[in-house]
Each structure stands twice: as structure tokens, then as C-alpha cells.
């Protein structure tokens, strides 16, 4: 195998892998090899990704792998960020995400801005308690293409109707599509508050996002 095959390979079966000491060493040995930190972003580290969420989907890796998987790519991402040329990342679409006001629960919203970036999307990621004001204010200065809520407890999520709500008001709501997630959350209330989508776990909601993004083109 060539050599630049070779170490994608490696990048991604270190994700698959959870090998957080490797995928530096593997980051590193890409750099020196010449190939764009682009390339070993995308053609390696994502494409373990993608292999992590179909394993998740067919019940082989469980949550637990799904947040080694990001903090490995995580690691190997610190390596090669510096070495990113601004321009470089094409990005897909841009989101503003955070977990709602009351609520400080950030480990499922930080694996799904981590498979959104993996994915190519621009994460705005506005952190946890982020009442409505927060919300419409980023709509207003980052101009997303998505916004991402994220509620954990059943006396929070009913502030996720404020967002949609406080969106109108803006007038902003038609110019955004609307997620919402967390484990206390349905289908039904996401309809019920006017949100176009829910996902129940990050792997779905990356994948309507790109769904989104991909109609809009
Ligand atoms: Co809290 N907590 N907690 N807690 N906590 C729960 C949620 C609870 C169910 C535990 C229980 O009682 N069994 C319960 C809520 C009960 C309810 O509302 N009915 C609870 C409670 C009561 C509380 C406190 C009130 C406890 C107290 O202080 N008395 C308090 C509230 C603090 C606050 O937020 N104001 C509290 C605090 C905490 C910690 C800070 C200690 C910690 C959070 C640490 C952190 O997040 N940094 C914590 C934890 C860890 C939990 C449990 C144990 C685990 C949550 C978690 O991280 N799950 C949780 C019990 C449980 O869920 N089994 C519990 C793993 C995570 C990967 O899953 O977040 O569901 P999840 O994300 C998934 C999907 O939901 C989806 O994708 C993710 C990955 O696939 N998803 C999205 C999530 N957001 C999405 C957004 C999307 C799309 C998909 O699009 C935008």
C-alpha cells in the first residue's frame, strides 16, 4: 500500500480503535508525509467516524465508544488544526448549538457537535444554560443554516419552545431549520414546539443535517 494510503488508513482505524496515542503519532507521521491535514481530516479521521456510527447503529459500539471515538478524534484534530490553511476547510453548512437554559448536561451535545464538525459543518457551539436571548443573538451574527438545542432534564426542555418562540419574534424562524435533542425528548414534542426535526441520538441528527444542507444546495 502507498504510503499516503497507508497512514489514512491508520487515521481512521485509530478512531475505530479509540487509539488516542496512535492517531497523534499517525497526525504527526500525515504532516511529515506531506498530505494536507484537509486530506487526513476527512479521508482518514472521518471515514472512521463513519464506521463508528454504523457500528453504533447496528447495535456493535454503544454510547460509551461513541464518546471515545470523539475524544479520539478530538486529539488527533488538535494535531493537525495548525497546520489547516484558513480556506482549506470547505465547510457544508453552519450550525449555533447549545444546551438550553436550566440545563447543564453537555456530553451528548459535545459528541454531536464533534460527528457535525467530522461531517464538515461549522459548529458555533454556544456551551450549556443558554437562555433564548443567546440563541436569537448568535442566529443575528452567525447567520447558521441550523440551529441545535439540547435538553436533559424534563423542567428543561420545555425552554426549548422560548427559542422557537423568541425565533419568530425575530423573525428569524424561516430562515433557520430547528433540532432539537436529549434523552427526555419525543418526536411529538419537537412537532408540538415547532421544531423540524429530532434526533434521539447524534448519529441521526448529523445525518438530517445533512440532509438539510444538501436540499438547500
Ligand atoms: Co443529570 N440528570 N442532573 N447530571 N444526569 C439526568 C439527566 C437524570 C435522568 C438522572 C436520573 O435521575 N436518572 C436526571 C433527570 C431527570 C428528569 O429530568 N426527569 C438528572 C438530574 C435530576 C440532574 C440534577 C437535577 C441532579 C441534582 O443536582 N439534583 C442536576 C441538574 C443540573 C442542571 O443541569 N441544572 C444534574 C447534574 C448532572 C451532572 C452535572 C452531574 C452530570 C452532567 C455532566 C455533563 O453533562 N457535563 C449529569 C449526568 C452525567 C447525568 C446522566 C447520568 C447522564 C447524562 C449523559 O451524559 N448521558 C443522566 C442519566 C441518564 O441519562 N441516564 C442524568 C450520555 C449522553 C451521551 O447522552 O445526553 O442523552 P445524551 O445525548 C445523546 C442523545 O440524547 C442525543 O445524542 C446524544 C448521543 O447520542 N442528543 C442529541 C443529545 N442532544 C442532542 C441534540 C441534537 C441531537 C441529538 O441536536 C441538536
Redesign the pocket.
Known sequence: MPRREEILARLRDCIVNFDIDGIKDAAREAIEAGIPAYDAIMEGMAKGMEIVGRKYEEGEYF?AE??MAGETMKEGVSVLEPYLRSGEFLRIGKVV?GTVE????????N??VTLLSASGFEVIDLG??VSADKFVEAVKQYKPDIV?????????MINMKKVVEALKEAGLKDKVKI???????TEEFAREIGADGY???????VEICKKWVSVKR
Open positions: 454510547l461513541l464518546i448549538i436550566g440545563d447543564l448536561h453537555d456530553i451528548g451535545k459528541i454531536v450549556v444554560d441545535g438545542m439540547s435538553a436533559l432534564l424534563t423542567t428543561t433540532i432539537v435533542g436529549g434523552a427526555p425528548l434526533a434521539p441520538d447524534a448519529v441521526l441528527g
